[in-house]
């Protein structure tokens, strides 16, 4: 048996107005995808469940100044910032997860794998690193993997 699933996401936000005006917002991709499964097979007296799921998103900016060095150049920063990246181009995340189900048993066995290429994305910039001049990146989560074991009663 199988579902699948998906979303799309379409986020056109702008400032209107100011010096920002035409902008894209701060951390808004325009678009973002999600496409997620539910693959079960009755086998060995129980279900395995093969879960994937993958997520795409598209350009976005990490400061409503869009990287632009007109807007860079504000008055009363204690240091005048470095140009470096504003922004992160669009990248996709893959996670995989399989599980065991006893039939009619109160446990699961699970074995999963989240950013399964090892994808590397940052999650933000910063939001200090244009009043000190320097990049304060938060970088996305590596490839990580594991089991686990869960009990119900």
Do not use: C
């Not at 000190?132 to 869960?150: C, D, H, K, Q």
């Amino acid at each position: 048996m199988a579902d699948i699933y998906a979303t799309y996401t379409y986020t056109h936000g702008r400032y209107d107005n100011g010096i920002l005006q035409g902008n894209q917002f701060r951390l808004t991709p325009e678009h973002v995808v999600t496409i997620n499964a539910s693959l079960r097979h009755h086998a060995l007296g129980g279900v395995f469940d093969l879960i994937p799921n993958f997520r795409y998103s598209s350009k976005e900016f990490f400061n409503a100044d869009n990287g632009n060095p007109a807007i860079l150049k504000g008055e009363g920063l204690l240091v005048q910032p470095l140009q470096f990246n504003q922004y992160q181009n669009g990248y996709g995340v893959a996670d995989l997860r399989l599980s065991y189900t006893r039939d009619n048993a109160h446990w699961k066995l699970e074995a999963f794998v989240t950013n399964l290429t090892d994808t590397k994305f940052l999650k933000d910039d910063g939001n200090t690193g244009l009043d000190l001049g320097l990049p304060t990146v938060i970088a996305g989560e590596p490839r990580f993997y594991g089991l686990s074991f869960t009990i119900r009663h």
